[in-house]
């Protein structure tokens, strides 16, 4: 069936970039809007030392975000329907910016957990949005690139995040201000960008606030299950690189260096931006499976990694199970999307995103619990051993389903 591109670049009161040009602008803003999501994360050991909280407080800020996530999907997954692609993109935007600059004048707990509830609302809104803005704008044969550029736009956004503030903090004055500086900056730019596109959709009435509830139909059920299995064991993993990587290199490896902690986490992202790139389309139907089993690798190089304190060990865990993370929510939700009614997809897609949000938050939370409890040390090595046991469990349900058929 093909897909109709609705009146993009019709009459407007203020003046609009051609098609092509904003198809770009979009997917920087998209990048831009990611990359502010993980600016903080080499920052929470500069936060714990100025503030004094534990390890349990920096998991519980780092979750803070998936709180803003949440409710984004929930209260605004299908406004841009109703109101137009770029009247819900600049919103975004703005909480991106509010988060920004609560994060300046962030000198207590609830500044941060603020800064970081703002900071889910506008990936929230965002990431739904603009993917499907870029799908919009391309042309009617290139739904694929559209879906492959919003894919680099946000993994590239999350892993440049880390990196960006790493090296300001470690390498330039104001640590904790000057990142949140600049992000400021590439978001006005971005911002005049996307004010310039032209509207792709016809809207179609007033939105109304309401929550969205996803149902699944029985046919899709039992893949959405073992695609949610592994994707809740990778976004774990996801969700322990971004808030408590930093803890580890400080606490256990004794290397405290912001720009260091960037890169780690930075690495985790790059690596599963080029699992869903390149691996997913040659593996076939043999991705999910190699997904589940890279990430059981990825934890067991974490577990070694964490008792022989090895950086080496750690940065390959990152690199594999980045791999893992990035095959196995790709084609697990190609699967569920094969699977799924054409008048319910985006329906059970928002399911599906709401068991990975739920998975980058909570069980990192967890470790900080039990890093309180046991040690630092420990708790990594139990969440990791958590996380083999869930990809293990995929990896069987799959293997089952197709000797089934």
Aim: glycine letters at 10%; a positive charge; aromatic letters at 6%.
């Amino acid at each position: 069936m093909s897909r109709t591109l609705p009146h993009v670049g019709a009459r407007s009161r203020w003046p609009t970039v051609p098609r092509h040009t904003a198809f770009w602008l979009v997917a920087l803003a998209f990048a831009v809007t990611m990359l502010g999501t993980t600016l903080p994360t080499p920052l929470y050991v500069l936060y714990q030392h100025r503030l004094g909280f534990s390890t349990l407080m920096s998991t519980v800020i780092f979750a803070a975000y998936a709180v803003g996530v949440l409710t984004a999907l929930v209260l605004f997954g299908r406004v841009s329907d109703v109101v137009g692609r770029r009247r819900t993109l600049l919103p975004g935007l703005a909480c991106a910016a509010l988060s920004g600059l609560v994060f300046l004048g962030a000198d207590d707990l609830p500044l941060l957990i603020t800064g970081r509830v703002l900071s889910g609302l506008s990936a929230g809104i965002f990431t739904g949005t603009a993917t499907a803005t870029l799908v919009d704008l391309a042309d009617e044969d290139a739904g694929e690139r559209a879906t492959l550029v919003a894919t680099v736009a946000n993994m590239g956004g999350l892993g440049a995040g880390p990196l960006l503030s790493g090296m300001l903090a470690q390498l330039a004055p104001a640590p904790l201000r000057l990142p949140f500086e600049v992000h400021l900056g590439m978001l006005a730019l971005v911002t005049a960008g996307i004010w310039l596109i032209p509207e792709p959709v016809k809207t179609i009435g007033r939105p109304r606030l309401r929550i969205t509830r996803p149902r699944l139909p029985e046919r899709v059920r039992a893949t959405f299950l073992r695609a949610s299995i592994a994707g809740f064991a990778g976004f774990a993993v996801l969700g322990l690189f971004t808030a408590v990587a930093p803890s580890f290199l400080g606490r256990l490896l004794h290397l405290s260096d912001p720009a260091l902690s960037g890169a780690v986490v930075c690495t985790v992202f790059a690596a599963s931006a080029i699992g869903q790139i390149t691996l997913v389309r040659p593996l076939g139907r043999a991705a999910q499976p190699v997904g589940c089993g890279l990430l059981i690798a990825g934890m067991a190089l974490l577990i070694a990694g964490l008792a022989a304190e090895s950086l080496v060990l750690l940065l390959c865990a990152a690199v594999t199970a980045g791999l893992g993370q990035g095959v196995s929510f790709r084609a697990g939700l190609a699967a569920i999307n094969a699977e799924a009614p054409a008048g319910q997809r985006a329906e059970v897609a928002s399911a599906f995103f709401i068991v990975l949000y739920v998975a980058i938050s909570v069980p990192v939370v967890g470790v900080g619990v039990a890093a309180d409890v046991v040690g630092l040390r420990a708790a990594g090595i139990g969440f990791a051993l958590a996380v083999a046991l869930l990809a293990a469990s995929a990896l069987v349900a799959v293997r089952r389903s197709r000797g089934e058929r």
